[in-house]
Nanobody
Framework: QVQLVESGGGLVQPGGSLRLSCVIS????????LGWYRQAPGKQREWVTH???????KYADSVKGRFTISRDNAKSTVYLQMNNLKLDDTAVYYC???????WGQGTQVTVSP
């Protein structure tokens, strides 16, 4: 069973940066596609970005050019570098892997003046 533990969230001013981490337990980490999702208050959870086992990445238009996803297979960890944060980026951020329906507890990101 896959377990996911997100960390790195916090309170930041607009224009600031944060780096999220997600440690994922379970087998076959290196061949999984890894993704980040977020859920803002009162809204549905939405896909933000993903990275394949080959390192190919894709981003939602709302974060393109500001967020960068990366992975470290040796540490079974996926990262999300978030730069130039905006008020609309406020949400709970979750990671997820392909081949599993499991979610972690998420990490809160709050962008506020």
């Amino acid at each position: 069973q896959v377990q996911l533990v997100e960390s790195g969230g916090g309170l930041v001013q607009p224009g600031g940066s944060l780096r999220l981490s997600c440690v994922i337990s379970g087998s076959m980490f290196s061949i999984r596609t890894l993704g980040w999702y977020r859920q803002a208050p009162g809204k549905q959870r939405e896909w933000v970005t993903h990275i394949t086992s080959h390192g190919a990445t894709k981003y939602a238009d709302s974060v393109k050019g500001r967020f960068t996803i990366s992975r470290d297979n040796a540490k079974s960890t996926v990262y999300l570098q978030m730069n130039n944060l905006k008020l609309d980026d406020t949400a709970v951020y979750y990671c997820k892997t392909s081949g599993s329906d499991s979610w972690g507890q998420g990490t809160q990101v709050t962008v506020s003046p």
